[in-house]
Each structure stands twice: as C-alpha cells, then as structure tokens.
Nanobody, 124 residues
C-alpha cells in the first residue's frame, strides 16, 4: 500500500555530510515505523536507524546520523555527518504499518515496504 522512493545519495569525502530523503505515497505515513538500512555489494543489509514514537540507531552510526520525519510531507530523512569510507553502501528506506517491538526493529523481516535505495559513496 505504500511506495517509498529514496533520494539524496552521492559522493562525499570522508568527514563530510549528506542528507537522504525517503518520500512515501501512503496517507497513513504518520502511523508507520520507518527505518533506514544499508547494504554493500555481497553483504547483508545492516540496520542504520528507525523512527516511530522514538528513535533507534545502529551502533556504528550512533552520534553521527540523525533520523527525522515530516508527516505533512510524508518524508523521512537521514542526516549523515562525519561520514567514513565504511559508510559506503546503498541506503534503503523501509516501512511497517504501526509499531515494531524493540527486539525486532533492527531486523529487515520486520518491515513490509522497501524503496529501491540510493547510493552513498564516501571517499578517503
């Protein structure tokens, strides 16, 4: 029921910043748990951040990345600061109707809707 489209990826030098956006088509966006995952070629998806009534972050990005959303615009954002080469990956937006228990919010299987992803490349 929800279409997700990511944008904002690109090439940035280590230490730089980038802001990703995820636009959702659904009218019930505010009731969804939204997450960001990333995946490098040949590797499994890694949890980055999620937001519902609270926010959650992967250990590798905590303190550097910030997730936020604008319900009026049906858009979730990922502000990425102090980027490192190891942050290089395809970043995908994911959604789930309603809440996700804390034990599952980091799992890809918990999310029902996925965008196609946007490439982030961090050079050294």
């Amino acid at each position: 029921q929800v279409q997700l489209v990511e944008s904002g990826g690109g090439l940035v030098q280590a230490g730089g910043s980038l802001r990703l956006s995820c636009a959702a088509s659904g009218r019930t966006f505010s009731s969804y748990t939204m997450g960001w995952f990333r995946q490098a070629p040949g590797k499994e998806r890694e949890f980055v951040a999620a937001i519902n009534w609270s926010t959650y972050y992967g250990d590798s990005v905590k303190g550097r990345f910030t997730i936020s959303k604008d319900n009026a615009k049906n858009t979730v954002y990922l502000q990425m600061n102090s980027l490192k080469p190891e942050d290089t990956a395809v970043y995908s937006c994911a959604g789930h109707r309603g809440g996700i228990v804390d034990t599952n919010i980091r799992r890809t299987v918990a999310y029902d809707y996925w965008g196609q992803g946007t490439q982030v490349t961090v050079s050294s």
